[in-house]
Structures are given as structure tokens and as C-alpha cells.
């Protein structure tokens, strides 16, 4: 937490917690009407928020010169983390060129087994949404599939819709090409390579035991063999534009090889891109042309199947410019309230129920859940808390992978229980299931809360901090 200079302290003294709050307040009545209500884009409603903090700032007297300042520092420290979103971009592109991500969509359907359909739909949205990055893209896909077979096989929706948007959502949030993922780190001030490893203490947990009892309700289900024409479809057209060999596994080996060893992360993921972009050219027939449009603008999928150029059609740079633009109009907003001591005045009321890392943990837990209720945003949900408690994490000496991990597990992730949501209303769209039906058995969810605030209690995998810049990859 920026320490308040003498020349700002009579400010803080004159105006307390109320003036301090007014630009949260006005913050979240923007979300809530702007993004609630009218569904207007994130970053225009934080621009607003941010233009009108600094406004208060001018009224308090700030420069505008300090306050832009404070705005530079803030995206500053959150360059890294903006420039691995931005290789991400480029590594979904180039892999699904090359084939290794329709490979890996292609063989995970083919283990899906209706016997266990409740497991199996699980496991492989997860494993789709691992290699895809998007949650909403497997829902809108597989999900949609996979309630087919549950319609032919008599399975209630409830339980299949839920098994399908716990695995999606658990790929989604450990994969490296997710934005939610990305964003998470970068906003709490941590790397990516670091949150997914510390957020695989709760998550998998959390999702093994979705699959156990998955496992055991769907044997009362039966085991009658039936074909899904979609699946079917999808499985044949990967087959038909694509040549698969292990070979394509090889930009997954780098990346993996540069994060367990512990090595820079840019450039691993370059070099995996530059291979998946030689490997297109070998297996796929593409030209270099293609590979580069595919790297900018994102890998464009002309099967002619809907289902399929749905799924593979992503990836590119500019495909992260959205939650670039979120990440910088939030920095904006943050910047301001901390250069004018705003944000210190709200931390100090704050840190008074936060003297043990438990209550940290309930504080940050309670924070997100509240801010995907009110927002019904995952951006949101994440950025708000991770803005307000980062300091308190610093000044307390704990690791920043830890929040990262909180504010994605109890924010993002549980977005898409919230009916009201854009997630909820997505998923009710696309798979015919409301929210209410699905939550109780979308376990994986709701149970990483409850495995974190266990964690939080007992101190178990609380890491403390060991670096002063935790934007880079350590232990």
C-alpha cells in the first residue's frame, strides 16, 4: 500500500471513510445498472467510474498530473502479465493451425462412455476447455451435445447440465489460454504459471470429488449405448480437416517444459508458437500467411459445420484486446483512488478484520462472491476484490498467487451460478437449463470455496511471500 504524504494527510483527516467510499459506491451502481441492467461493456462503465474519481480527486484538491501518474503506475505493474495474455493469444492461434488443439477435442470425445455419462461429460469438457481456454465455447459445443445423450438416455437435466459447466469451468480456469485465468494473476500481481500451479491445491480437490459423486449417481442411470449425431459430427469433420500425429504435441511439451523447469515464460511460449507455426506448415498444408492471420486476428475455421468453426474459430492477439481494455480502465480507476489516499482511507477500515489470514481469506472470499452477485461479472468480480485487498496481502506477508487463487475460485468461477449473470443467462440460452436446476450439482464450483475457506482456518497452502516482485515466475 502506497504510503500518504504529510501534504495529502490533512485531506484523509478532513474527509473520511464516506468521501473515500463515494467512488466504490458509484463504481458499483455503474456495474449494476450499466452492466445489470443495460448490458453495457465493462471497460466503458470503469472509464466512467475512473473519470469520475478523478473529478473527486480535483475537488480534493489532487493535480490532475499525480493522479495520471498514479494511472501509469498501476498499468506498469501489470505489464507482464498484459504481455503474457497477449503470447496467449498468439499460442491459441498457432495451435489450433497446427492441429494440436483439435487433436486434443478430437480423442477426448472418443472415451466418452454413456455408461458413466455424468463422469464422462465432466472429464472431457474439462479436457476441451483445457485445450480451448473458453467455457462458454465447450458449453456452446460439447455442452449442447452431451444434453442430447442425457435427453436419450433419460438422465435429468440438472445433474448433466451441472457436470457439464463444472468441467467447463474447471478447464477454464486451469488453462493457459483462458482470459479469466490470465486476468486473475494480473490483477492481484502474481504470474499466470504460478496461480494455476497454487490453484490446483483447491481445484482439484474440488473437481475429483464432483467426479465421485458423479460417479456414483449416474449408476443408477443405466448403461444403454446411444449415438450422438452432433458428436458424431464433430469428431468426423476434425478427422476430415485435420491431420493428426504425436508431433503435434510438441508446442504442449515446450510450454510445459518452460513452466516446470521454471524458465522465462515468454519466451516458451514464442518458441512453442514458432513450432506449432512449422508443424502447420508440415501436417496442415498451411501457408505462412495463413499461420500469421491465424497468430493476429485469430485461427478461422471454414468446415462448412457450424458446431466445429464454432469451437476452433479463436484465438489470435486481438482476441485479448477486450480483457485488456477491462484490465486497463480498472488500473485506471485504481490508480486514481490510490494516488489520492482514497483507497488507503477505505484499507485502514479494512485491515481492522483482517488480522489473521482466516479472516483475510473470508474477507476476500465474502468480497468476490458479493461482486459476482452484484456484477454478475467474472472480470468484475475478480478485478474489484483484487484491487481493494492486494495491499492488505503485501503488508501481511503473504504470497500473491494466494489472492489470485481466491478472487478466481470465489469470483469467476462462481459467476455462472448466479442466474442473473451473463454466464446463467448463456448457459440457460444454450443448453435449456436455468441456473437453479444446475447449481447444486455443478459441484467442482462451489466446493473449491469451501475447500479454500478450509484452507484459510487451518493456514494449509497459505504461501507467504518470498519476492518482492511476484509478476515473475518462482516458487
Not at 467447463?168 to 493457459?176: E, L, Q, V, W
Request: one cysteine or more; proline letters at 4%.
Amino acid at each position: 500500500m502506497r504510503e500518504v504524504t504529510e501534504k495529502e494527510m490533512p485531506a484523509r483527516r478532513k474527509h473520511g471513510i464516506i468521501v473515500a467510499l463515494i467512488p466504490i459506491v458509484a463504481m458499483m451502481f455503474l456495474l449494476i445498472v450499466g452492466y445489470g441492467v443495460y448490458h453495457i461493456e465493462p471497460q466503458v462503465l470503469l472509464i466512467s467510474a475512473a473519470f469520475l474519481t478523478g473529478c473527486l480527486g480535483i475537488i480534493l484538491r489532487f493535480k490532475w498530473e499525480d493522479m495520471q501518474k498514479g494511472i501509469v503506475d498501476s498499468i506498469h505493474k501489470a505489464l507482464p502479465a498484459m504481455l503474457i495474455m497477449i503470447c496467449v493469444g498468439i499460442l491459441i492461434g498457432s495451435w489450433i493451425a497446427a492441429g494440436t488443439i483439435p487433436m486434443i477435442i478430437y480423442y477426448g470425445l472418443k472415451i466418452v462412455s454413456p455408461k458413466f455419462f455424468l463422469v464422462t461429460a465432466c472429464f472431457v469438457c474439462s479436457l476441451t476447455s483445457i485445450a480451448t481456454g473458453t467455457s462458454w465455447g465447450t458449453i456452446g459445443t460439447l455442452g449442447v451435445a452431451f444434453m442430447g445423450i442425457a435427453i436419450a438416455l433419460g438422465i435429468p437435466m440438472g445433474p448433466a447440465a451441472g457436470a457439464i459447466v463444472a468441467g467447463a469451468y474447471f478447464g477454464d480456469k486451469m488453462s493457459p489460454f483462458s482470459d479469466v485465468t490470465n486476468l486473475a494473476p494480473a490483477v492481484s500481481g502474481s504470474n499466470l504459471f504460478d496461480h494455476i500451479k497454487h490453484m490446483m491445491w483447491s481445484a482439484t480437490p474440488a473437481w475429483l470429488i464432483g467426479l465421485f459423486i458423479y460417479f456414483l449417481v449416474g449408476l443408477k442411470y443405466g448403461g444403454n449405448k446411444v449415438e450422438s449425431e452432433t458428436m458424431t459430427l464433430i469428431m468426423t469433420t476434425l478427422k476430415e480437416n485435420f491431420t493428426f500425429n504425436i508431433f503435434l504435441l510438441l508446442p504442449m511439451v515446450i510450454v510445459f517444459y518452460f513452466a516446470i523447469f521454471k524458465k522465462p515464460v515468454l519466451p516458451g511460449m514464442l518458441l512453442s508458437s514458432i513450432t506449432a507455426g512449422i508443424l502447420a506448415m508440415i501436417f496442415q498444408g498451411s501457408s505462412i500467411t495463413e499461420i500469421a492471420t491465424a497468430v493476429n486476428s485469430g485461427y478461422e475455421s471454414q468446415t462448412g459445420v457450424d458446431v466445429v468453426d464454432n469451437l476452433i474459430s479463436r484465438g489470435g492477439m486481438m482476441s485479448m484486446m477486450r480483457v485488456q481494455l477491462v484490465a486497463f480502465t480498472a488500473f485506471a480507476f485504481g490508480g486514481i483512488m490510490q494516488k489520492t489516499g482514497l483507497l488507503a482511507v477505505i484499507f485502514e477500515r479494512v485491515m481492522k478484520f483482517t488480522k489473521q489470514v482466516w479472516s483475510i481469506v473470508l474477507t476476500t472470499a465474502a468480497t468476490s462472491i458479493l461482486a459476482a452477485m452484484v456484477t454478475g461479472s467474472s472480470y468484475l468480480s475478480m478485478i474489484v476484490p483484487a484491487e481493494l485487498l492486494a495491499p492488505i496481502y503485501k503488508k501481511k506477508g503473504l504470497a500473491a498467487k494466494n489472492l489470485s487463487r481466491i478472487v478466481e475460485e470465489c469470483g469467476g468461477i462462481i459467476v455462472p451460478l448466479v442466474p442473473w449473470s451473463m454466464a446463467g443467462v448463456y448457459i440457460h440460452g444454450t443448453i435449456g437449463v436455468s441456473a437453479f436446476e444446475y447449481l447444486p450439482w455443478a459441484i467442482m464450483n462451489y466446493a473449491a470455496v469451501v475447500i479454500l475457506v478450509i484452507f484459510g482456518f487451518t493456514g494449509f497452502t497459505m504461501a507467504p511471500k518470498i519476492r518482492e516482485d511476484e509478476t515473475q515466475v518462482g516458487s
